[in-house]
């Protein structure tokens, strides 16, 4: 007689699949948490906010009371957040090799380009959330107007809503750009303030550059969106611009940034 002493099979085993990637949107999520989480962007934030709030002070006290409308209180705000929004994308970019933190966050997203594709899409919704920053103060400013006897009026064109919109979210992807191609916040930050304003002067004192200037001088070419109305050539002139400035560093950044070495 014999005993049959083969072991019975061992129980499968169930394979636990790999963690899938992180979607763009859970990417987005952690880049905004970023822009808030550092002292300096979480400061130039709070400062963005501090000056629309100071300028539709000073309006307050001293433009006419006429000129205290919605419209009044909402255009100049633009501006100075325009002017600081740049900086806020430069560092969203540039915060991974000034703070050492990409080689762990490469390793953990290893495709560089949804990374910097959540990069821009944060920093785009920071420049939203400007705008309605703006809207914000600017209402508070216009309730105050009518209390203290000055028109108050809250009629609106919102085609400058739209044009608002447009002038953050260019110059935000204008300054990220710049962090794209750079790579270094100082170099980045100093070449932003520097190039356009060189171009613009040196555009003003040279006959045969004003002609592309009406092309390539943002400053020139972005001005009518503090207007409500713009026209077809000016939509056109500004494109270009955009592409000069946004698009054609954007994909030149990306590319160093996926060639990059992480040390």
Do not use: C
Request: net charge positive; proline share 6%; no cysteine.
């Amino acid at each position: 007689m014999s005993t049959d002493t083969t072991a019975p099979p061992a129980p499968a085993v169930p394979v636990r699949p790999a963690d899938r990637a992180p979607t763009l949107a859970r990417l987005t999520e952690v880049e905004l948490r970023k822009l808030v989480d550092t002292r300096a962007g979480r400061w130039l934030l709070i400062t963005i906010g501090a000056i629309a709030a100071v300028i539709v002070t000073v309006q307050l006290f001293v433009v006419a009371d006429e000129q205290q409308t919605f419209t009044d209180f909402f255009t100049p705000s633009l501006l100075p957040v325009a002017l600081l929004l740049p900086v806020v994308g430069i560092l969203s970019i540039t915060a991974e090799w000034s703070q050492r933190t990409a080689l762990t966050t490469y390793a953990l997203v290893p495709r560089r380009e949804r990374v910097v594709v959540a990069k821009l899409a944060a920093v785009v919704l920071a420049a939203l959330a400007s705008v309605l920053v703006s809207l914000a103060v600017a209402a508070v400013g216009t309730l105050l107007a009518g209390a203290t006897g000055a028109t108050g009026s809250w009629q609106f064109e919102w085609s400058l809503l739209l044009h608002a919109a447009v002038l953050q979210v260019v110059n935000v992807l204008m300054g990220a750009a710049f962090g794209l191609l750079l790579l270094n916040t100082p170099l980045a930050v100093v070449s932003y303030l520097l190039l356009p304003t060189v171009w613009t002067i040196l555009a003003s004192m040279v006959t045969a550059l004003r002609g592309p200037a009406r092309w390539l001088d943002t400053s020139a070419t972005m001005e009518p969106l503090f207007g409500p109305d713009v026209t077809a050539g000016q939509w056109g002139r500004m494109a270009v611009s955009w592409l000069v400035w946004v698009a054609v560093p954007v994909a030149a950044g990306l590319l160093r940034t996926l060639r990059r070495e992480v040390s």
